[in-house]
């Protein structure tokens, strides 16, 4: 079974950048799509972006397109998510997690993700 630690979270002002890894144990981890998702104060976990497990597809979303890039290192099974251009609203408790079927799309819902990590916090102030 893939278990599933994600870091590299903090305090940033707006406008500011932080890359967060989502290292993995097991070694079927390549074989899953992965996700990153995100769940804020009094809010429901939301999708944030997605890649395929050869790391050729990824898939976001509006809220952070254009800001955040995902990308996969399957060598050191770890999986990352750049963000840049960062806003308050940004501000959230963020997860990653494997897809459980190997269809890419066009379901994003959390319910479709398995493996949670603890998440790691993201602060944001304006």
């Known amino acids: 079974q893939v278990q599933l630690v994600e870091s590299g979270g903090g305090s940033v002002q707006a406008g500011g950048s932080l890359r967060l890894s989502c290292a993995a144990s097991g070694r079927t981890f390549s074989t899953y799509h992965t996700g990153w998702f995100r769940q804020a104060p009094g809010k429901e976990r939301e999708f944030v972006a997605a890649?395929?497990?050869?790391?050729?597809?990824?898939h976001y979303a509006d809220s952070v397109k254009g800001r955040f890039t995902i990308s996969r290192d399957n060598a050191k099974n770890t999986v990352y998510l750049l963000m840049n251009s960062l806003k308050p609203e940004d501000t959230a408790v963020y997860y990653c997690?494997?897809?459980?079927?190997?269809?890419?799309?066009?379901?994003?819902?959390?319910?479709?993700?398995?493996?949670w990590g603890q998440g790691t916090q993201v602060t944001v102030s304006s």
């Open positions: 997690a494997l897809k459980r079927t190997a269809d890419w799309g066009p379901n994003w819902d959390s319910e479709k993700f398995s493996s």
């Open positions: 890649i395929s497990w050869s790391g050729r597809s990824t």
